[in-house]
């Protein structure tokens, strides 16, 4: 069992950049995946990025050179670090982890990306 919560989202500008973090209750090191998930106004949930315990990565075709998960096993911390952000990126931010083939969901941050 894990509690997972999100920070760093916000209003920024066509072509900033935001970090995510999402702090969970637990050693992270060996959660068998740990991702980032979007759910923009009347779209279903789509999944962003994932890291997997052996440090392997995912990503969305819709953020590949853009965004970049990452993990600090030291502070339970996995980061996504958006640059060149869209309009369409906008959207609420979930972190993910998956512990024993349970999903567990933190309670997300919003990320607007508006002129």
């Known amino acids: 069992q894990v509690q997972l919560v999100e920070s760093g989202g916000g209003l920024v500008q066509p072509g900033g950049s935001l970090r995510l973090s999402c702090a969970a209750s637990r050693n992270i090191f060996s959660i068998d995946v740990m991702g980032w998930y979007r759910q923009a106004p009347g779209k279903q949930r789509e999944l962003v990025a994932a890291?997997?315990?052996?440090?392997?990565?995912n990503y969305a075709d819709s953020v590949k050179g853009r965004f970049t998960i990452s993990r600090n096993i030291a502070k339970n911390t996995v980061y996504l670090q958006m640059n060149s952000l869209k309009p369409e990126d906008t959207a609420v931010y979930y972190c993910?982890?998956?512990?024993?083939?349970?999903?567990?969901w933190g309670q997300g941050t919003q990320v607007t990306v508006s002129s």
């Open positions: 993910n982890a998956v512990i024993a083939m349970i999903d567990y």
């Open positions: 890291i997997t315990s052996r440090s392997s990565t």
